[in-house]
T-cell receptor
Framework: KQEVTQIPAALSVPEGENLVLNCSFT??????LQWFRQDPGKGLTSLLL?????REQTSGRLNASLDKSSGRSTLYIAASQPGDSATYLC???????????FGSGTQLTVLP | DVKVTQSSRYLVKRTGEKVFLECVQD?????MFWYRQDPGLGLRLIYF???????EKGDIPEGYSVSREKKERFSLILESASTNQTSMYLC??????????FGPGTRLTVL
């Protein structure tokens, strides 16, 4: 059964710093991987989707990479801002499955 | 613009009541999902549907049922609400682009 892990559970950084969030998964036979952002008490917002054939995706200050063979993905946030404070979750979709398997998230705080 | 809406942001019900949570998407997506989210337990899949009238159990279906009579609407039903069903409920949908879109969530409290 696929397991998705995100370490650390919480991270606090000063504004302006570049940072990396980690996601690891146990079964490399994934179809795609998606990064989400969740603000307190709200739903999830999709940030980036990486297909299994891709190595990375970029959107603005965000860059997500995927290394299937090692079972890892990273979300790089450049020049962090207080508005980036949120919980970031990664989720993988297994080969033929319809559902996603979610990690437990990393709670990011960017201090002004 | 992509939109998933949920019928209520906050809901308070009594133990034993039948509860309906409604989710509507306007993107003509085939796949729709119901999750619950609890501190320390993360997101857990309750049920999902890949077509009208089709449904599959997720990881924690006990105490819940679902209905999908129209493509755009996916309902979660708590047959007899219990206090351990107090939670944040999140609906999501997904189409051919693979991106999964979530609604704003319903915070349900069962007294």
């Amino acid at each position: 059964k696929q397991e998705v892990t995100q370490i650390p559970a919480a991270l606090s950084v000063p504004e302006g710093e570049n940072l990396v969030l980690n996601c690891s998964f146990t079964d490399s036979a994934i179809y795609n991987l998606q990064w989400f952002r969740q603000d307190p008490g709200k739903g999830l917002t999709s940030l980036l989707l990486i297909q299994s054939s891709q190595r990375e995706q970029t959107s603005g200050r965000l860059n997500a990479s995927l290394d299937k063979s090692s079972g890892r993905s990273t979300l790089y946030i450049a020049a962090s801002q207080p508005g980036d404070s949120a919980t970031y979750l990664c989720a993988v979709r297994q080969g033929s499955a319809r559902q996603l398997t979610f990690g437990s998230g990393t709670q990011l705080t960017v201090l002004p | 613009d992509v939109k998933v809406t949920q019928s209520s942001r906050y809901l308070v019900k009594r133990t034993g009541e039948k509860v309906f949570l409604e989710c509507v998407q306007d993107m003509d997506h085939e796949n729709m999902f119901w999750y619950r989210q609890d501190p320390g337990l993360g997101l857990r899949l309750i049920y999902f549907s890949y077509d009208v009238k089709m449904k599959e159990k997720g990881d924690i279906p006990e105490g819940y049922s679902v209905s999908r009579e129209k493509k755009e609407r996916f309902s979660l039903i708590l047959e007899s609400a219990s206090t351990n069903q107090t939670s944040m409920y999140l609906c999501a949908s997904r189409g051919n682009t693979d991106t999964q879109y979530f609604g704003p969530g319903t915070r349900l409290t069962v007294l």
